[in-house]
C-alpha cells in the first residue's frame, strides 16, 4: 500500500461525507426555486435534494476509479473499463444517504456518518487488494467484498423508502441489484462484458420480482429477505456458469438452500 493509494482513499472518503454532512446542515432549494446565475435568472426543474444522489454516486465512483488507477496493474494498461469498479462504493454511499435522515438524534446521525465512512474506506481498501488475483491479501479482500455486497443488498432492500411507487422502487432494487452482481461476479475474473451482460440479467429479474412482491402487500422484511435469497441464488449460479461448474448436483444443492431459506422466511413472517 503506497501513500498514492492511502491518499486516494483519504480524498474519496472525505468528500463524500463532507457532502452528506453538508447536505443535512444545509436547505437546499425546491423545485422552481429562482437561481441567480450572473445576470441571469434560472428556475431549477426539479429539487437540488434529487440530485444528491446523484452527485454522491459521481463521488464515490470517481474516487474509486482514483483508487484503481493507483494500482501498479493500471499502470501497465492491464486493467479495463475502470468504472466497473464503481458499484460497491456507489452502493455504500446510497446507504448513507438514505439512513442519515432517519437518524433519530445528532448523536445516531453522527454514529451513522462515521460508520459509513468507516465502511467506504475498508472497501477501498479490499477493492484496491482485489485488483490482482495473486497478490497477497486477495482472498481477503474478496472474501470482505463479498461479505459487505450481500449486507448493503439486505440493508438497502430494507430500506427503500415506503413512499415510492411500487414501480420506482422495483428499479431502484433492480438497479441495486445489478451493481452489486457487478462487484461480485467480477471476481469469477471472467471477460468485462459476460460479468456485465450477466449482473444486468440479474438486476432485471430481481426488478421484475421486486414489482411483484411489492404488489402482493408483503410486510417489509418478508419482501426483502426473499429478495436477498433470489438475488444470492441468481449470483451463485451465475458464478458456478461462468466457472463451468454448473453440475446436477449443484443445482439440486441451491435448490435445498432456497426451500430451506424459503421455510425460515415463512416461520418469521409476520
Known amino acids: 500500500m503506497n501513500s498514492d493509494f492511502r491518499d486516494r482513499i483519504s480524498v474519496a472518503v472525505w468528500g463524500v461525507v463532507i457532502t452528506l454532512a453538508a447536505s443535512a446542515l444545509i436547505s437546499l432549494p425546491g423545485r422552481g426555486a429562482s437561481l441567480a446565475l450572473g445576470p441571469a435568472r434560472v428556475t431549477l ?15 464515490a465512483g470517481s474516487g474509486a476509479q482514483a483508487v484503481v488507477q493507483a494500482h501498479p496493474l493500471s499502470r501497465q494498461g492491464r486493467l479495463r473499463l475502470p468504472m ?5 462504493p456507489v452502493a455504500v454511499t446510497l446507504i448513507g ?21 468507516v465502511l467506504l474506506a475498508v472497501v477501498l481498501v479490499a477493492l484496491y487488494y482485489s485488483l490482482d488475483p495473486q497478490a497477497t491479501g486477495y482472498r481477503r479482500a474478496r472474501a470482505a467484498l463479498n461479505l459487505v455486497c ?4 439486505l440493508v438497502l432492500f430494507l430500506l427503500i423508502p415506503g413512499a415510492w411507487p ?6 431502484v432494487l433492480g438497479g441495486v441489484a445489478m451493481l452489486l452482481a457487478l462487484e461480485l461476479l467480477r471476481g469469477t475474473q471472467a471477460r468485462v462484458t459476460l460479468v456485465a451482460l450477466y449482473a444486468f440479467i440479474v438486476g432485471a429479474v430481481v426488478a421484475q420480482v ?20 433470489l438475488f444470492y441464488l441468481l449470483v451463485s449460479l451465475t458464478w458456478q456458469t461462468l466457472q463451468d461448474r454448473i453440475t446436477r448436483r449443484v443445482l439440486v444443492e441451491y435448490a435445498a438452500v432456497a426451500l430451506v431459506a ?8 409476520p
Open 97 to 117: 444517504a438514505i439512513t442519515l435522515p432517519r437518524a433519530p438524534s445528532l448523536p445516531y446521525w453522527a454514529t451513522l456518518l462515521l460508520g459509513m465512512a
Open 262 to 269: 424459503l421455510l425460515i422466511i415463512i416461520l418469521l413472517s
Open 166 to 171: 411500487e414501480g420506482s422502487r422495483a428499479a
Open 150 to 153: 450481500y449486507a448493503v443488498a
Open 210 to 229: 421486486a414489482f411483484g412482491l411489492l404488489l402482493t402487500g408483503l410486510s417489509p422484511l418478508s419482501a426483502s429477505l426473499l429478495l436477498l435469497v
Open 45 to 59: 426543474p426539479i429539487a437540488a435534494a434529487n440530485l444528491l444522489p446523484l452527485l454522491l454516486a459521481l463521488l
Open 84 to 88: 466497473r469498479f464503481w458499484a460497491l
